[in-house]
């Protein structure tokens, strides 16, 4: 049963240091997304990958946050430094999408995100 | 106020009971809506897409009234196991599409 694992499950830093979280996809799945969830603004989109390029990073707060896919395999969401604000569960998610074809949302798959808490 | 707000509960049920859903989108240009589940410090899943048309899978059924801005989700005969937070979600198209999803409704089915 393929699924997309995401690490840490938890981490708890303190304000000022650096937080990175790992996605690795379903394989063969080429396309990634990350959200945030809160209990105030429920799920956001930070941004998002087809075939590891950058698709949409509109929700994302630039300063500090910053996304990445080093290889097909792996996504990271990093933040520097971080803030007690940027406490949240953090989801990434994977797709397939032929090429030639718009990204369906539907057929997202989640992974059990990271439970980050920021003092 | 927000692209799509729910209710957001609690909603407490007895077991057999139809309990409903409601939600609205602001925009209007919104072409597909969705389902999804999300248990308690789980992740969200998909339940089920909403058609124009209506559909229904099992007890599930879905609604869409585009005149309205207004999505609809009803269980029938609700059973325990169907106790979650219900996000309503939206499909804001462009450039790069991009799901808006609701805060959520929370569900708890009393035995």
């Known amino acids: 049963d393929a699924r997309v694992t995401q690490t840490p499950r938890h981490k708890v830093t303190e304000m000022g240091q650096e937080v990175t979280m790992r996605c690795q996809p379903i394989?063969?799945?080429?396309?990634v997304f990350w959200y945030r969830q809160t209990m105030m603004q429920g799920l956001e989109l930070l941004a998002y990958?087809?075939?590891?390029?950058?698709?949409?990073d509109s929700g994302m707060p630039k300063d500090r946050f910053s996304a990445e896919m080093p290889d097909a395999t792996l996504a990271t969401l990093k933040i520097q430094p971080s803030e007690p604000r940027d406490s949240a569960v953090y989801f990434c998610?994977?797709?397939?999408?032929?090429?030639?074809?718009?990204?369906?949302?539907?057929?997202?798959?989640f992974g059990p995100g990271t439970r980050l808490t920021v003092l | 106020r927000k692209e799509v707000e729910q209710d957001p509960g609690p909603f407490n049920v007895p077991e057999g009971a139809t309990v409903a859903f409601n939600c609205t989108y602001s925009n209007s240009a919104s072409q597909s809506f969705f389902w999804y589940r999300q248990d308690c410090r789980k992740e969200p899943k998909l339940l089920m897409s909403v058609y124009s048309s209506g559909n229904e899978d099992g007890r599930f059924t879905a609604q869409l009234n585009r005149a309205s801005q207004y999505i609809s989700l009803l269980i029938r005969d609700s059973k325990l196991s169907d106790s979650a937070t219900y996000l309503c979600v939206v499909n804001r198209e462009g450039a790069t599409n991009k799901l808006i999803f609701g805060t959520g409704t929370l569900l708890a089915v009393q035995p």
């Open positions: 998610a994977s797709g397939l999408v032929p090429d030639g074809q718009t990204v369906r949302m539907d057929t997202q798959y």
């Open positions: 990958f087809r075939n590891r390029a950058p698709l949409d």
């Open positions: 394989l063969g799945h080429n396309t």
